[in-house]
């Protein structure tokens, strides 16, 4: 019974977390660096772009959200636009 409980209790887990970290719109993001499109620059969207970061175009972890300069590559200066509007909020 205690097994089936705490399966339940880590399947919600990662079931929350895969909802908070997948993309709601695919279209460019209003805010720079809101990645997952909710409306907020967090934890979450900086995730996204870690798991894209050394990427350029084509390779399949590329992810053009994470170009937040477009320069067909998710670098440094990428990161640098996301810390920038960290915790900034904006329409969805
Ligand atoms: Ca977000
Ligand atoms: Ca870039």
Do not use: E, H, Q, W
């Not at 990161?79 to 969805?92: I, K």
């Amino acid at each position: 019974m205690k097994k089936t409980v705490v399966l339940i209790l880590v399947a919600l887990c990662a079931a929350s977390t895969i909802m908070a970290l997948r993309p709601i719109r695919p279209a460019k993001a209003l805010i720079p660096g809101d990645l997952n499109g909710d409306g907020v620059v967090n934890i979450n969207d900086a995730i996204l772009a870690s798991a894209a970061f050394g990427s350029v175009t084509g390779d399949l972890n590329y992810n053009p959200l994470a170009d937040m300069n477009s320069d067909g590559k998710v670098d440094i200066f990428d990161m640098l636009m996301l810390a920038m509007n960290f915790g900034r909020t904006g329409p969805v």
